[in-house]
């Protein structure tokens, strides 16, 4: 384990914190999460390896806790790029801190969180075997959901997730991003366009079967129409020319 004299935080480090047996911590963290259960939300289990808070912030930005390497680089730029107010609050040379930090597996601490809110302009909230927030990062107000993460044993983060409202992307600054919740309203109503368009086209499909039929139908009859008429127009035909030729050789007997 690494000298932590010196450095910005003790809390980058895994330290004993309350005096508890491992099945201790164990109960505590059960009875944590089905509280935590009971307002709505999830606790996302992190790999323990260092990384747990850029992993937790990884998991609800990206959707991806191994995206940690991406939000800590990102990160550190910011911090780097915002020199002049971050400097002071680090304790340690700044540029050590900032090329320390950019390693993966070196724990982050407050002021990354700090850093991360703003980056993603959306407020961070810490919750420590409570219901309630023991830290809120971001005063500014902002519209996106919270990005929530659990701190366990005094050295570990997890991802606090909203199942009813996901938020994977928000913050991202893309182009045309709509938010999870109007997606998720948009497929709604796309799928339900989708069916009613389809629901139109089998309709028209099976009147225009229904059309074909009775003009297939009606075709039959003109024809059976027509054909009988033809054939009553040709016995008619025929009794007149039986009774003409009759007609005739009675003359003809009558004359001679």
């Not at 909230?125 to 500014?140: D, M, Q, S, W």
Request: proline share 3%; glycine share 4%; with cysteine.
């Amino acid at each position: 384990q690494e000298d932590a004299t010196g450095y910005n935080s003790e809390d980058e480090y895994c330290h004993a914190g309350d005096q508890l047996t491992d099945e201790e911590w164990r109960q505590r963290d059960l009875i944590f999460a089905k509280s935590i259960e009971k307002r709505g939300f999830i606790i996302k289990p992190m790999v323990e390896d260092g990384a747990c808070l850029f992993r937790a912030i990884a998991d609800q930005v990206y959707g991806d806790q191994n995206m940690h390497s991406v939000v800590r680089a990102h990160c550190m730029d910011y911090i780097l790029k915002n020199r002049d107010y971050y400097c002071a609050y680090v304790t340690e040379d700044f540029n050590k801190y900032v090329n320390r930090k950019r390693h993966d597996f070196v724990h982050g601490n407050h002021l990354e969180i700090q850093a991360l809110s703003e980056m993603y302009h959306r407020t961070i909230e810490v919750y420590c075997y409570a219901l309630k927030p023991i830290n809120t990062f971001g005063a500014e107000k902002s519209d996106y959901e919270p990005i929530r993460l659990s701190y366990h044993r005094a050295s570990h983060y997890n991802s606090i997730t909203n199942p009813f409202k996901p938020s994977v992307g928000v913050g991202l600054g893309l182009p045309n991003c709509l938010l999870p919740s109007d997606f998720d309203r948009r497929q709604l109503s796309d799928a339900v366009r989708q069916s009613e368009e389809h629901l139109i086209e089998q309709t028209m499909l099976e009147d225009k079967l229904k059309a074909t039929d009775w003009e297939a139908t009606n075709e039959a009859i003109e024809e059976q129409v027509a054909r009988e008429s033809y054939l009553q127009w040709c016995k008619d035909n025929e009794r007149r020319r039986k009774k003409e030729q009759h007609a005739s050789s009675s003359s003809t007997i009558t004359s001679a």
